[in-house]
């Protein structure tokens, strides 16, 4: 069984970072590709970052040059550091893995559960 966690969600101050983490874990073949999506009551899901087993990245027009998505293959996690925080940034996150279980040999996404980034003063 795969699981991804998430960590690193809170609340902060607008202009202010904060960095995401999730770790993928489970009986893993291999990990394509891992990133981040975030919701906002109202709103549909809108991706955030992802990164490929590669290091080739792809960022949501909103969030570049404000946000830094970096992977580490050995320990199959990823991480997403935000810096220049807007209230516009409030959203629940999701960790999201397209990934190849030891039970097949074909990829499917995996979702973390979520977690929450609120920017406010």
């Known amino acids: 069984q795969v699981q991804l966690v998430e960590s690193g969600g809170g609340f902060v101050q607008p202009g202010g970072s904060l960095r995401l983490s999730c770790a993928a874990s489970?009986?893993?073949?291999?990990?394509?590709?891992m990133g981040w999506y975030r919701r906002t009551p109202g709103k549909q899901r809108e991706l955030v970052a992802v990164?490929?087993?590669?290091?080739?990245?792809n960022y949501g027009d909103s969030v570049k040059g404000r946000f830094t998505i970096s992977r580490d293959n050995a320990k199959n996690t990823v991480d997403l550091q935000k810096s220049s925080l807007e209230p516009e940034d409030t959203a629940v996150y999701y960790c999201?893995?397209?990934?190849?279980?030891?039970?097949?040999?074909?990829?499917?996404?995996?979702w973390g559960q979520g977690t929450q980034v609120t920017v406010s003063s």
């Open positions: 999201r893995a397209v990934l190849v279980a030891r039970t097949s040999w074909a990829p499917s996404e995996y």
């Open positions: 489970g009986s893993i073949r291999s990990i394509n590709a």
């Open positions: 990164i490929r087993s590669d290091g080739i990245t």
